[in-house]
């Protein structure tokens, strides 16, 4: 038998490109007898406006704060539950871990796969335009030059350009 994997697939589960990820890593990547997939999803928790100013009483919005937290967690990992579903329907093992914090979502995962040390990190790729990839940076790059794993950047179907 092969040495066990640690495959940590970073996925938007909002995102059209996460299905067509966890299809194509199905059909193409891994290996049931020996992987071990992490399906994370990352959610940045900071905030930059103060509570204060807009006449809020502090213990309330933190009372507030705390369950609008607890909610997007919940949406999130039911919104991951499919994808699990699909990789435990093909017999691969896998758990979902939705990982909160305050630092940008491209530290949390690569900081994650270092943290795990994950022998492969799989995304997808939103095909972002160079106006856009200027503009916002391209988490897939950023993932991909500062992991200390490989990285699987898997591209979405071509779109029709009619």
Known sequence: MSKQRKV????????????????W?????ITPERDEVHLISALCLNSD??????????????????????EV???????????????EAANIKCEIEIIKSEADSRNIVVD?????????????????????RLFLGSFSDFCQHNAHCPVLIVKG???SSL
């Open 49 to 70: 406006f103060d509570v204060t100013e807009l006449g809020m009483n502090i213990n309330y919005a933190a009372e507030y704060a705390a369950n609008l937290e607890k």
């Open 25 to 29: 890593i199905i059909g193409n990547f």
């Open 112 to 132: 994650y796969t270092e943290k795990e040390k994950a022998d492969v990190l799989i995304m997808g790729s939103r095909d972002l335009s160079t106006w856009k």
């Open 73 to 87: 967690e919940q949406k999130t990992n039911d919104a991951m539950q499919p994808f699990a579903k699909k990789l």
């Open 8 to 23: 940590v697939v970073a996925l938007d589960p909002s995102s059209e490109e996460a299905s067509y990820t966890v299809d």
């Open 157 to 159: 179907p071509r779109k």
